[in-house]
């Protein structure tokens, strides 16, 4: 069998591990070590299992995770999510659709301090919901709105899956974070723009709140400051080059910590909670790591991604063509998997490919430009049918809608997405343009 179609044949076979509920991580390591051992034999596995664990949980760039994963805990405990709901609300709850859209605002700016796009859906969903509720705003567009805000934690900077693909594909984290600005901003004020135009033709689905006096606005940022503040320093220190990503990381972690426990009284149950959940979320995220670290060795000795990269450049198939293809397979893998999973398992053989192939940008461009891509596209995965990871989240909070209507709810949003998307790849220089200007 060649090499191609050994790979084939063990990538199909871990996706059927993966279809009997078989975690992910175990289903990769299973694959990879069982490929790997046909290919080089049982003592070079044996050999590679004992160096792979250390070289792997020994780099220091990944320390950045479970900092950012506790960051993001102790945001959800510190009660953040309310003051940023309630200020955007101040701000936006006027306009018709206007609370849906202070959701969005509140799922963006709470993102940049969880980076968890499950979290921050979660999260706003308890604040939120009760407000759309509250103002007769229908199911469909209150649960569509909030699993849509929820994946902007995955984008906005910090984002735990952004710095996974740069040490995967071993670019500079500070500057993804960069070039993930523009097209985070784009996404929030594309899925307010799905809002307004949405309750233009649906008036009665998103009613306008009541309008708040500017004294209130004001005292309405009061609460969101603290917010800002960890924002500005954990992401202004990496770019000034005060903090490396890992320091950043920790300063953010300590600054929420303190946060949570002198606005929310977090005590040491609370801590504990957010220990043990940083915890779970870290041991989860680097099995995934050692799975993902057997499945490529197994892919290097086969030369499957480099094959189908020479291939492909080798076909006369457009560049455009290509990375379209795959971005639809993104979106077909998301109906079925989760974010994580997705970036693991696929970039070892798409990178190559699309590193061979000539958009007229640099190396780094390229890496970044199509990271960006791959993310926003696998965010659009978490509200996908029929297994939108956000929808289902919330969902489970507003169980007087059905599914249906929380599923028609976010067809509005993933028009935008699919808007966005044609933008990013039609005009590479939005994602590029802080990079350059910056990096």
């Not at 004001?218 to 005060?242: K, Q």
Request: overall charge neutral; some cysteine; aromatic content about 10%.
């Amino acid at each position: 069998m060649s090499g191609v179609g050994l790979g084939l044949a063990v990538f199909a076979g871990m996706l059927a591990l993966m279809a009997i509920r078989m975690p992910i991580g175990v289903a990769m390591l299973v694959a990879g070590a069982g490929g790997f051992a046909y290919i080089a034999g049982w003592i070079p596995l044996i050999a590679q299992l004992k160096s792979s664990a250390y070289y792997l949980f020994s780099s220091y760039s990944l320390t950045v995770i479970p900092l950012f994963l506790l960051m993001g805990q102790f945001a959800t405990k510190s009660g953040l999510s309310r003051g940023l709901f309630g200020a955007a609300n101040a701000w936006l709850g006027h306009r018709p659709g206007g609370i849906a859209m202070a959701a969005i605002g509140g799922c963006g700016l709470f993102g940049a301090i969880c980076g968890s796009s499950l979290a921050t859906a979660a999260t706003m969903g308890q604040v939120a919901l009760p407000e759309l509720k509250r103002y007769n705003y229908s199911g469909a567009l209150s649960t569509g709105a909030l699993a849509a805000g929820g994946t902007l934690g995955i984008l906005i900077p910090p984002s735990v899956i952004l710095v996974i693909y740069a040490i995967l594909t071993e670019q500079n984290i500070a500057k993804m974070f960069l070039a993930a600005f523009i097209p985070g901003i784009l996404a929030a004020l594309g899925y307010m723009l799905a809002i307004a135009v949405y309750v233009r033709l649906y008036p009665e689905e998103g009613p306008a709140g009541p309008e708040h006096p500017l004294s209130e606005k004001l005292h309405s940022l009061i609460d969101i400051w603290p917010a800002l503040l960890i924002f500005v320093l954990v992401i202004g220190g990496i770019y000034t080059g005060a903090f490396t990503p890992t320091e950043a990381a920790a300063f953010g972690a300590v600054a929420t910590g303190l946060l949570a426990a002198v606005k929310e009284g977090m005590g040491w149950q609370g801590l504990k909670e957010c220990l043990l959940g940083a915890a779970g979320a870290s041991a989860m995220i680097f099995l995934i790591l050692f799975g993902a670290e057997f499945f490529n060795s197994f892919l290097a000795l086969t030369r499957m991604p480099d094959t189908l990269a020479d291939l492909i450049g080798g076909s006369g198939l457009s560049p455009l063509l290509v990375l379209a293809a795959m971005l639809v397979l993104y979106l077909l893998l998301g109906c079925v998997m989760d974010s994580l999973s997705m970036i693991l398992l696929t970039i070892p053989i798409f990178f190559p490919i699309i590193m061979a192939l000539d958009f007229g940008l640099t190396p780094e461009g390229t890496a970044i430009w199509f990271g960006i891509l791959a993310l926003i596209v696998v965010e659009v995965g978490l509200i996908t049918p029929p297994v939108g990871m956000n929808v289902f989240i919330i969902n489970s909070m507003a169980r007087d809608v059905p599914m249906l209507e929380s599923f028609r709810g976010v067809l509005p949003f993933l028009i935008s997405d699919g808007v966005r998307v044609v933008l990013l790849i039609a005009f590479p220089p939005i994602t590029l343009w802080l990079v350059r200007f910056l990096g």
